[in-house]
């Protein structure tokens, strides 16, 4: 990339009925020698689940980076629609502050989105309880193993109620009980008329519960959606697997 594109990149709000999450990057990367990602596009609409699927290295993780805005360098437009242009964050690696307790990482999440205080208590507890949490809400959560880590950034971004939900590898270190509630309550959201974009290589799962799905490879998209879509643009059969599916692509 040159100087010029550098910082082209441009992200946007903008209040929409017919999708929550408009992508649409040219090339991006980590410095201005060479596009990690190119040519990335795709929409995320209303009650709509949408699986980013790729081997590692393939550049989704750049991908959600760039359309975040944590890259320096990028060219093309990223839109967030919906009622308020609000979106959840759920990282791969959980973010978590060493003075802070669970609950006050809650209330830390709450105050920067302004939520009503009885809104924000029963949303909170209500998360904790579901996902067993309950107990240890006084305690500091960088003590806590990598499953429970991963249960309370789920319980932030299920606090916020977003348009849409950017989920990042987010069955790392889930026990099944765990697994179950976060796909009920995606589930919910999703009926809720949120739109959700999941980053995993859980293909079983994302083959299940995703209505669309965006394959990478090689900083590229090389498959795009419905599994119906993506088995023709494979090469596959009526019937094949996503799992098939991304061994022809990739």
């Given at each position: 990339m040159d100087n010029e594109n550098k910082n082209m990149l441009k992200t946007s709000i903008e209040p929409q009925t017919d999708y929550v999450l408009r992508v649409a990057i040219q090339q991006a990367g980590y410095d201005q020698a060479a596009s990690v990602i190119r040519d990335i596009a795709f929409d995320v609409r209303p009650g709509e689940m949408i699986g980013?699927?790729?081997?590692?290295?393939?550049?989704?993780?750049?991908?959600?980076?760039?359309?975040?805005?944590?890259?320096?360098?990028?060219?093309?437009?990223?839109?967030?629609?919906?009622?308020?242009?609000?979106y959840g964050y759920v990282p791969e690696q959980p973010v978590l502050y060493e003075y802070l307790t669970l609950w006050e990482h809650l209330r830390l999440a709450a105050a920067a989105y302004e939520m009503d205080e009885a809104d924000f208590t029963e949303r909170a507890e209500r998360l904790l309880s579901r996902f067993r949490l309950s107990e240890v809400k006084d305690q500091y959560p960088v003590k806590f193993s990598k499953g429970m880590k991963q249960k309370v950034m789920l319980i932030i971004g299920f606090l916020l109620e977003p348009d849409v939900y950017i989920v990042d590898e987010p069955f790392v270190g889930l026990d099944p009980h765990a697994t179950r509630d976060f796909l009920d309550m995606l589930e919910a959201e999703r009926q809720r008329g949120a739109g959700i974009l999941m980053c995993t290589h859980v293909l079983d799962t994302a083959e299940r519960v995703c209505q669309g799905f965006v394959l990478i490879n090689k900083g590229a998209v090389v498959a795009r959606g419905s599994l119906a879509d993506v088995r023709v643009q494979a090469g596959c059969a009526s019937d094949a697997l996503l799992f098939d599916c991304f061994h022809a692509l990739t």
């Open positions: 980013l699927i790729g081997p590692n290295g393939a550049g989704k993780s750049t991908t959600i980076k760039t359309l975040l805005g944590l890259l320096k360098y990028g060219q093309g437009q990223v839109v967030f629609g919906g009622v308020a242009g609000r």
